[in-house]
């Protein structure tokens, strides 16, 4: 069966780093049977110059049958003056993709310990999956906004609460089985009601993960006295907002982290964390490593190829291991001759 992928290179370099994602999927798919087929379409600043806006029509209907749809990033100054805003792009397709779920793997990877902000004796081995909420909490409740007085309601079903929690313990499941859930129970009726659910659905359907419970303030320096700890972080939208921007410069360089966004109805949006990168656009020096690790994400998740997941993350590791790497990790490799390493070693471990 063939499997289609739509890619939105977007803006900045996000057409260089989307071309490294079709590579390592072209490069791996051979190896596991898959037969994928790839379809482009224009999102963001690119899609308003070319159609006037942001999410064009034919975009919308692509990415809803698609299996899958990978991102590479939009906006930049063209498009700061007035008029349409590419991120609303961004936003009408989550919306499209009913993403309910972010995953985003936290790596450090073996001899890349020297980029990381924290020493590296306590970094080492650090190798974590925040699962965060997206559609419900505080930032969706709702508000009221007066001179005086203003308020935001943070509400949650337990429903809600299932939903997200069942997507951490599968993930634990295929990790090292450990779930860490982050609230604020003490305090916080939601918070409360969130444990309850995960105590239950833990109990009843992942009795074999271990399952603890941190409350937000703790964890936030937690993550950084011992980040290695941790194994699959599970938590609300809003502290996951805010832990998972924290954990994301432990590792070093931002153009390394990969995200997915899972929805119940669609195949899900994989991107890279950073952003459209205007000051190093089209001169070969994006780090290709968050849009590669992201197609990975997407094999693991939306087409259930776990094995060609890996074989992509191996592919990375051994690359990075070797030395190999664009200027923010301190090589002195152009974009194409990152992809190119990486596909030869996808290649060669076949
Ligand atoms: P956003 O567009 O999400 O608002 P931003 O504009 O704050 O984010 P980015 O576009 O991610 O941030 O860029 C922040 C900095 O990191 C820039 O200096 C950029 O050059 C650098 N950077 C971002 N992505 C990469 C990458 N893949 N490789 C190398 N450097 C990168
Ligand atoms: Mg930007």
Not at 110 to 133: F, Q
Not at 231 to 252: H, K, Q, R, W, Y
Not at 318 to 344: F, K, N, R, W, Y
Request: aromatic share 4%; proline share 5%.
């Amino acid at each position: 069966m063939s499997h289609t992928i739509v890619l939105l290179p977007g803006d900045g370099i996000g057409p260089e780093v989307a071309a490294a994602a079709r590579a390592v999927l072209e490069a791996v798919a051979p190896h596991h049977g898959l037969s994928l087929t790839f379809e482009s379409h224009d999102i963001g600043g690119c899609a308003i110059d070319a159609h006037g806006d942001p999410f064009p029509e034919a975009t919308a209907k692509a990415c809803a049958t698609a299996d899958a749809v990978f991102l590479g990033a939009v906006g930049g100054p063209k498009w700061d003056g007035g008029g349409p805003r590419p991120e609303a792009g961004l936003l009408a397709l989550r919306k499209t993709l009913g993403a309910f779920a972010n995953l985003r793997p936290i790596t450090l990877f073996p001899g890349l310990e020297h980029l990381s902000p924290l020493k590296e004796e306590r970094v080492a081995g650090t190798d974590m999956l925040i699962v965060r909420e997206l559609t419900g909490g505080i930032y969706f409740g709702d508000k009221v906004e007066g001179d005086d007085h203003a308020s935001d309601l943070c509400s949650y079903s337990r429903d809600e609460v299932e939903r997200i929690a069942r997507i951490a313990f599968a993930a634990a499941r295929e990790r090292k089985g450990r779930v860490t859930s982050v609230d604020k129970a003490n305090v916080l009726a939601t918070s409360r009601l969130w444990r309850k659910t995960v105590v239950a659905l833990r109990d009843a359907d992942y009795p074999d993960v271990e399952l603890d419970h941190v409350l937000v303030d703790a964890m936030a320096m937690k993550l950084i006295e011992q980040p290695s700890a941790f194994d699959v972080i599970l938590t609300e939208n809003m502290f996951g907002d805010i832990l998972s921007d924290e954990a994301s410069v432990i590792a070093g360089s931002i153009g390394l982290a990969p995200s997915a966004s899972l929805s119940q109805t669609h195949g899900g949006l994989y991107e890279p964390i950073h952003g459209s990168a205007p000051d190093i656009a089209g001169q070969g020096k994006a780090n290709p490593i968050g849009a590669m690790l992201s197609a990975a994400m997407l094999l693991r998740h939306a087409l259930d190829a776990g094995g060609a997941a890996a074989h992509i993350e191996r592919a990375v590791a051994d690359c990075l291991a070797g030395g190999v790497g664009t200027a923010d990790i301190g090589g002195t490799e152009h974009t194409d001759a990152v992809i190119a390493a990486v596909c030869d070693r996808i290649g060669e471990a076949g």
